[in-house]
């Protein structure tokens, strides 16, 4: 089989749509003896959709399953007197008078999934040059150096107004950022969004560290005090308000903006159904322009990455030659 993204892949894991199950399985045997696990799911974050696939195979192979997953909701419970100290109107939710008509994809064929190989030696040139100019700080992480390389790449590709704003929604874990922290082993969805933005012509002019910059600040405004926030506010306004998320918007097309998902640190290797771990991992053929995947190349662990990347066919050329380029 093809391990580039493809349409054949819709064929190797049950439907995403009209299902109302949390999880859905779907095992393809092959004549050679391989086997493919596709599964969906809209009952977790990805990081305890991983835990629960490696626990998924500890008990096919007998063993006791650890961690053993939290289900304690009380972090969820809002504080006494509740304190709304960010915007969340707008961000996670929305009021239902505000709902948009966006840009739908009638063919699947209008945008092609293109994954892209990064080498570990490019990765470290490429976080170098992006923590350059940080003042001695910590340097920017490899998906913070990345995500900004991608950021630019795809911006220039798509030929966008200079004055246009682009944003790029990124996915923060909130179990280490919560005080008291929650385990790593709590089940459920705990993540919120940061949104790193400015206008293309910064975007494109600025150096690599101004856009770095751009995405860890986003990402660490997103604490312990913002998640409390979001908290008191879902538990207070949306209701009462009639709002609904923003993240229910059926999109085709991302564009002028950009969403990025990253699997980078998720145990996906360690799945063993008691044959040894997975050949590859990768995510289905999910054609919404602009929605990236981030995921480690291989299990052997050597550091490279692989980035599957929605674009319209017409700025795949202009991508490719740029891509490289750090």
């Not at 399953?65 to 007197?81: G, V």
């Not at 997975?278 to 490279?304: H, K, W």
Request: hydrophobic share 40%; proline share 7%; net charge negative.
């Amino acid at each position: 089989m093809s391990f580039k993204p493809s349409t054949s892949l819709l064929n190797l894991h049950p439907s995403l749509k009209g299902v109302a199950e949390l999880l859905q399985v779907q095992l393809t045997r092959f004549n050679c003896g391989s086997m493919v696990v596709g599964f969906t799911s809209h009952a977790a974050d990805g990081h305890s959709m991983s835990n629960f696939l490696v626990a998924w195979g500890q008990a096919c192979r007998g063993l006791e399953i650890s961690p053993i997953p939290s289900h304690d909701r009380a972090i969820f419970l809002p504080r006494d007197p509740s304190s709304f100290e960010f915007e969340h109107e707008g961000v996670e939710f929305m009021s239902e008078t505000l709902r948009k008509e966006y840009p739908i994809v009638n063919d699947i064929n209008d945008v092609v999934v293109h994954k892209v190989h990064f080498t570990l030696e490019f990765l470290g040139k490429l976080k170098a040059k992006a923590s350059s100019m940080n003042g001695g700080n910590k340097p920017y992480s490899t998906f913070e150096s990345l995500v900004a390389h991608l950021w630019r790449a795809i911006t220039k590709a798509r030929s966008l107004n200079n004055f246009e704003t682009t944003h790029v929604r990124i996915s923060v874990n909130g179990r280490m950022r919560l005080n008291p922290g929650v385990p790593n082993e709590y089940f459920g969805n705990l993540v919120l969004w940061a949104f790193p933005s400015t206008k293309v012509k910064d975007l494109l002019l600025e150096p690599l560290p101004y856009v770095a910059k751009l995405i860890h600040d986003a990402i660490t405004k997103v604490n312990n005090n913002y998640f409390k926030s979001f908290i008191d506010f879902a538990n207070c306004k949306v209701e009462a308000e009639n709002l609904i998320p923003t993240a229910d918007m059926n999109k085709s097309v991302l564009c002028p903006n950009l969403e990025v998902d990253s699997w980078l640190r998720f145990p996906f290797y360690d799945l063993d159904f008691g044959g040894g771990c997975p050949y590859i991992f990768m995510p289905s053929y999910f054609p919404t322009e602009g929605m990236m995947f981030l995921l480690p190349s291989s299990f052997i662990g050597d550091g490279s990455i692989d980035a599957f990347i929605p674009l319209f066919p017409d700025n795949l050329a202009s991508f490719n030659q740029i891509c490289y380029s750090d």
